[in-house]
């Protein structure tokens, strides 16, 4: 029995101000069981958030982690900084950061082991572009994805992170990949995984993001290999994450 599990990755917005009120309504709304609700603000934002959030059952996470521990990297930040303000997850290879920031595979692998090897989860993201599903490479692309995650970190490493299908054409767009869409792709993954690792398999949380939504998300958590989601635009909004977080409870 694997508990769902849904992240709200805030990416670049709000203030202290807004992100230590966002934080609270999550907070104060969180379901108490059937969930794990996690918070990914801007890192600056994270000793707000985990104030606003202590005492409640709601995690923090990164939105990203360098591969390296410390050293000369201007502008990183390493799992370790993250773990001492109280982050248990990091998103890690999400598609902003491999199109618009250059990370390839080999890097998203590397900044995922490194979180590993600090005692947290990743949230590892992989998904296909428009044109790659349009040319049934999908499957193809997300193995590449993964099989660079079995390079770094070696074959058991699903027992130690989430993986987040997000198809990249999905995200931000408003366009959602049906539940059985979504399903079809999370039930390939798996399979991947069970070719590894056939406990893992079972026990992997394999989640959705993609405009995902108070209105779409409980068919989508419905179908049977979908554990949850990584949620970007809806998390903004306290009622909208929570409605998000209460369908993945239901499941
Ligand atoms: C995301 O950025 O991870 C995401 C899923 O965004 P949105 O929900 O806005 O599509």
Redesign the pocket.
């Given at each position: 029995m694997r508990t769902p599990i849904v992240a709200g990755?805030w990416?670049l917005n709000g203030s202290r101000q807004s992100a230590r009120d966002l934080a609270a309504g999550v907070a104060t709304g969180a379901p108490k069981s059937g969930v794990e609700v996690v918070v990914c603000p801007v890192s600056l934002h994270i000793p707000e958030v985990a104030a606003a959030v202590e005492g409640s059952v709601v995690a923090l996470g990164g939105q990203n982690a360098c591969e390296n521990e410390s050293g000369a990297f201007t502008a990183e930040v390493s799992s370790s900084m993250l773990a001492e303000f109280g982050c248990r997850y990091v998103i890690i290879g999400?598609s902003e950061r491999r199109s618009l920031y250059g990370e390839s595979d080999a890097d998203c692998a590397a900044r995922g082991k490194a979180v590993i090897d600090a005692g947290l989860t990743p949230m590892f993201c992989i998904g296909e572009t428009l044109e790659q599903r349009e040319s049934e490479e999908t499957i193809a692309v997300l193995h590449r994805q993964l099989n660079a995650l079995v390079e770094a970190a070696g074959d058991d490493v699903f027992g130690k992170c989430v993986i987040a299908y997000?198809p990249v054409w999905?995200?931000?767009t408003g366009k959602t990949a049906s539940p059985g869409q979504a399903q079809a792709v999370h039930e390939a993954i798996r399979q991947y995984v069970a070719g590894l690792d056939g406990t893992a398999a079972s026990s992997v949380r394999i989640i959705y993001?993609?405009?995902?939504k108070p209105d779409n998300a409980a068919e989508l958590f419905a179908q049977p290999d979908i554990d949850g989601g990584?949620?970007?635009?809806?998390a903004l909004k306290a009622e909208d994450f929570l409605a998000i977080c209460n369908a993945a409870a239901e499941k």
């Open positions: 990755n990416k999400h997000e999905a995200i931000g993001g993609g405009s995902v990584l949620i970007g635009g809806a």
